[in-house]
């Protein structure tokens, strides 16, 4: 009997080690929560709490965060390539504005310089056409003064030109002909 008193600590001892390792662990596991609320129990297995939050990438957090995560990150790739679209889309309609306008002024430029001419070949013509009424009196005084000798000259003239026009209408009809045979 003295030796089962003297066992009997040590019996107590190991029989109620597992009961005090078993409730430690369990008490220490529920402790560690990380930012997400979540803990990882002994087996690796992640447990979350109802109002888990997604701050935790990497970590044991609650499902569905990696896929809310990509999303996200999906939608920022979406925008900044709508955003660079944007930006070249606007920086081609400055490049064509530039050209359009590049051209419109040298339309412009065109169109003074074409004013310009215009307005030179009129007073040059108003000039001749000064000059050519002062011939043209003088001529008709002279015209006058000859008489009929004017209008003999003026009919032969015309003859000339009729005889000139028939002669090229007869050449034209051989020219045909001679095309139209093979």
């Known amino acids: 009997m003295r030796t089962v008193w003297r066992l009997l600590p040590m019996l107590v001892v190991i029989g109620l080690a597992p009961y005090a390792i078993a409730g430690s662990k369990t008490t220490s596991d529920e402790h560690k929560l990380n930012a997400c609320g979540c803990y990882r129990n002994l087996a ?20 569905g965060c990696a896929e809310k995560r990509e999303k996200d ?5 979406q925008a900044e390539t709508k955003r660079a679209q944007e930006a070249e889309k606007k920086k081609q309609q400055e490049e064509a504005d530039k050209l359009r306008r590049a051209k419109e002024a040298e339309e412009e430029k065109d169109r003074a310089q074409a004013v310009a001419e215009e307005q030179a070949d009129t007073e040059a013509n108003e000039s001749g056409d000064q000059a050519q009424a002062n011939d043209k009196k003088s001529k008709d005084s002279k015209k006058a003064k000859k008489g009929e000798k004017t209008d003999k000259a003026d009919k032969s003239k015309k003859a000339d030109k009729t005889d000139k026009t028939a002669k090229t209408e007869k050449t034209e009809k051989t020219e045909k002909t001679k095309s139209d045979v093979p």
């Open 73 to 77: 990150l999906d939608r920022e790739i």
């Open 44 to 63: 690796g297995v992640c447990f979350c709490e109802k109002r888990g939050k997604c701050e935790c990438p990497g970590e044991c957090e609650p499902k």
